[in-house]
């Protein structure tokens, strides 16, 4: 199993460019499903997740390929329409198949996912929206199977503004009959992006990035030719890594607006931030303060980013209140970063941070999931020791070669086996 050797103390310098959205294109190539015939993306990135869509979108017989830049999805009609346990339970993401298998062949039987490291995550927002739209679903040895000869446009308000469960019913629905109106929806970029994308395969799609949504379904798709946009996760990721070492980091090839909120969150701290069109530079700052932080759906600060945060909040002048909203067990990582030095409450949704510059020591720490691994290393790279980071198969998931990427701003970081 690989670790993660991270020598710290080292600023981070100079420019690194964001690779494309594992959030994005996970349900971009489930929407595959919903049209036989060749696709293709570009800004497709390279990850665990993108290796586990294709295992289980080839058991549904389609052939995925690259060709040069481009990422290919041949879809033909599936001989069964069963996501097995075997593949689901190595990415929850999976369940993304249910609406585009339901919708375009009448069935499908797709595993539970099972238990998650960061919350129970259940799927009951994709579930009775779909029994909405006139599909009987069963749970039966672990299964969700789910039956529709036509699915039937409504108007479905969502308890909680779920992107996956957005996802589902948004590509169910552009295959419906009729007009179906989503309401409290999810308003993530990577659902503008899935909403781009459907519309070029002929979905009648509106209000993507706005709390409703109408879909007005069309009898069929066509494949889909789309490129994917950048990891706001992972650009957000690098910015902090440049100041969590007082460096001078220029993040590329994103979209600084869809991280607005941990911009402001960095200005608030002191930092000194600058935007273009497709990039954001932080500057060096010899001492930031504290700052609190509320995780909520976009554009509010996201979960995805609390973790690397509160790496930077150890560093910070201050205390700093850390509430995570979205997921009921997102703190794992605060028991690792403990065991460097840090000085953190948790307690249930909120973790109280006592930040002290300097503060932190290298010690051997385990990654406990995707976003916590990140957490560890931009935590690594400001003490001044080596830390063996364990478990970075969590970081392959969902980072395309970030050592290597923090290779090229001068972090001192190894990959070994
Ligand atoms: N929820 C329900 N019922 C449902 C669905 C969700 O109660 O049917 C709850 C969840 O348990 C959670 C909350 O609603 O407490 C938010 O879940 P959501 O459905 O919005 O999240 P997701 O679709 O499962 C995606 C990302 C996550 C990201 C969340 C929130 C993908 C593949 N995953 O998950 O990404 O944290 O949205 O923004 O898009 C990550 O990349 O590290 C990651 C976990």
Redesign the pocket.
Known sequence: MDVMIIKGGTPLNGSVATSGA???A??LLFATLLAEGEHSFLNVPFLK?IDSTELLLNHLNCKTYRDGEQFKVLVKKPESIVAPYDIVRK???S??CLGPLLARYGEAKVSLPGG?A???????????PLRQLGAEIEIENGYVIARANKLVGDRIVF?????????NIMMAASLCQGETILENV?K?P?IVDLAQCLRGMGAKIEGEGSSVITIEGVDELTPANHRVIPDR?EAGTLLIAGAITGGDVKVTNCVPKDIDSLINKLVDCGFSIETGSDWVRVRPCAQWSAVDVDTA??PGF???LQAQFMALMTQAKGTSVITER???N?FMHVQELARMGANITPKSQVSVVRGEKGGLSSAPVMAT???ASASLILAALATDGETKVSRIYHLD??YENLEVKLQGLGGQIERCS
């Open positions: 594992k959030n994005a996970l349900p997740d990415m929850r993401a369940i993304l998650c960061i919350g129970s995550r259940p799927i009951n927002l994709h579930i009775e308890d909680f503004a779920t992107v996956g469960g957005t996802e999810a993530e990577e996760i759906p976009h996201p979960t995805d979205i997921f009921e997102r999931d995707l976003r998931r969902g």
